[in-house]
């Protein structure tokens, strides 16, 4: 069993910066991809990011391309989103997750082990 804990999140301005983090509770990233999901309130999950460590294989949602970056440190067992010009749109829940597989993918069913969430609130 493989725990996630993600930190990082906050309030925020529109413009603003934020950075989380996931701490995995054991190491994992070498074999497995990462990402990154996120969930509005009354919305389903949507993707977010997904890398691995050690390769430059890195997939983002359109709506972030360009302003999030996923990195991973493997021997810190953390993986990281940073989050540049932030949007109201952008306020979530958002979760970390461990793949199935080291392949990234965009598609929450591929991902076997999840966080609990941090929330991220971007205000006007």
């Known amino acids: 069993q493989v725990q996630l804990v993600e930190s990082g999140g906050g309030l925020v301005q529109a413009g603003g910066s934020l950075r989380l983090s996931c701490v995995a509770s054991?190491?994992?990233?070498?074999?497995?991809?990462m990402g990154w999901f996120r969930q509005a309130s009354g919305k389903e999950r949507e993707f977010v990011a997904a890398?691995?460590?050690?390769?430059?294989?890195?997939i983002y949602a359109d709506s972030v391309q360009g302003r999030f970056t996923i990195s991973i440190n493997n021997a810190k067992n953390t993986v990281y989103l940073q989050m540049n010009s932030l949007k109201p749109e952008d306020t979530a829940v958002y979760f970390c997750?461990?793949?199935?597989?080291?392949?990234?993918?965009?598609?929450?069913?591929?991902?076997?082990?999840w966080g609990q969430g941090t929330q991220v609130t971007v205000s006007s």
């Open positions: 997750a461990r793949g199935f597989a080291i392949v990234p993918s965009r598609h929450p069913a591929h991902y076997r082990y």
């Open positions: 054991r190491g994992t990233f070498g074999r497995y991809a």
């Open positions: 890398g691995t460590w050690n390769t430059d294989s890195t």
